[in-house]
């Protein structure tokens, strides 16, 4: 059996180049889930459902510029931000994709207020920003779609509560990321590392491309919203001027990168390496990024590719959730980038 394993590691196209066999997204979780005697195919479906949906609004996304749903859609959501025409396309896309499918009870979705009951006789939740990043839509700037997967808690035959949906990140039973990039690709974790599977046009599927991701341990980017600097907490600063601070040894200064996409900034530095940070502000005390669609799932796959995710002052996937659309302050990267910033951390609180 070809596994990620006996791959040589980040071969993006290589299986063609080595006439390797190509390994669609479905052989590869087929394979995965026979190493789970009993496993159903439940979430293999699920994943059916997000790649179909993935590839329609990867259409969607590519004609932005040619037909008319460019643009805000004129609605605010939840959080008063403005929606976008695809935002809300892209949830329609993925919720329906999902409903079709029967394996999934319950959405939270940026874009829907509160839980979206699904069936109620399936054991699985999905939590997603159908849309990321979508304030670049407009300038052809690459942006995602974040998701995660979590098992029900109550049985099975009624509608998933408040309980199901509200679970802290280390009960994922699976969580990934699609990037709608130069090119398109499905990034994932079962909690057996993390696989990247890139969009091939010509036969319409997902083809390994990435196996058994590793984030560099040492890396040299930073990304933050530097604009709000002066609203960040002191030791971010500080960590900020040491990014900046000249030290051959070191390999500093670091490279600022932030495209002020989530998914895009967070793919970077984990194939290159770097730290990416959405610290508490004076407007935004908790953060901007939410816990449940945005910060548990990417903390897991920073975590199963060897990096290190945190509030900054606790692991992410320790968090205990207390609202749908909860925001939490996050720091995501190379484990060694992280530490240095956590050592001006807890500096500043001791
Ligand atoms: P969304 O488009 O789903 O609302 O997410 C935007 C998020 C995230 O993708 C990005 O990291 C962050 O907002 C950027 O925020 P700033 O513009 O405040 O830097
Ligand atoms: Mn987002
Ligand atoms: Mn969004």
Redesign the pocket.
Same mark, same amino acid.
């Given at each position: 059996m070809t596994t990620a394993a006996t791959l040589p590691a980040r071969n993006f196209y290589g299986c063609m180049k080595q006439k390797q066999r190509v390994i669609t997204l479905s052989q590869f979780i087929a394979e995965e889930q026979q190493k789970f005697p009993g496993a159903s195919g439940e979430l293999s479906r699920i994943f059916r459902d997000i790649k179909l949906a993935a590839k329609i609004v990867n259409r969607d996304v590519n004609k932005a510029g040619l037909v008319d749903i460019l643009g805000n859609h004129g609605t605010t959501n939840i959080q008063g =931000?403005t929606v976008k025409k695809l +935002?809300v396309l892209a949830n329609e896309e993925f919720i329906a994709a999902l409903a079709a499918g029967g394996d999934c009870c319950a959405v939270i979705s =940026?874009e829907e207020d509160y839980i979206r009951p699904l069936n109620p006789d399936a054991k699985y939740i999905v939590a997603m +920003?159908p /849309? +990321? %990043? $979508? $304030?670049n839509i407009d300038v052809n700037a690459a942006i995602g779609t974040i998701f995660s997967i979590y098992k029900r808690v109550t049985p099975v035959g009624s509608e998933a509560t408040l309980e199901d949906c509200l679970q802290p990140g280390n009960k994922q039973v699976a969580a990934g990321y699609v990037i709608y990039g130069s090119s398109t690709m499905l990034v994932y974790t079962t909690g057996q590392g993390v696989n990247g599977f890139t969009l091939d046009i010509g036969i319409g599927d997902f083809c390994l491309s990435h196996p058994n991701i590793q984030v560099p341990q040492n890396g040299k980017i930073y990304s933050v919203?530097e %604009?709000?600097f002066a609203q960040f907490p002191l030791p971010y600063r500080e960590y900020i001027k040491y990014c900046k601070q000249v030290d051959k040894e070191s390999h500093r200064p670091y490279s600022a990168r &932030?495209i %002020? $996409?989530?998914?895009a +900034?967070f793919h970077r530095n984990m194939i290159k390496g770097g730290i990416f940070m &959405?610290p508490e502000t004076e407007s935004a005390p908790k953060g901007? /990024?939410r816990l449940m669609y =945005?910060c548990n799932p990417m903390s897991w796959i920073m975590e199963q590719a060897g990096g290190t995710a945190s509030t900054g002052t606790e692991r992410i996937l320790d968090v205990i959730p207390t609202e749908l659309h909860q925001r939490v302050p996050v720091i995501l990267g190379s484990k060694n980038m992280v530490s240095k910033l956590m050592e001006f951390l807890q500096q500043t609180a001791g």
């Open positions: =931000e +935002d =940026e +920003d /849309l +990321d %990043g $979508s $304030s919203n %604009g709000n &932030y %002020g $996409s989530m998914v +900034d &959405y901007k /990024l =945005e």
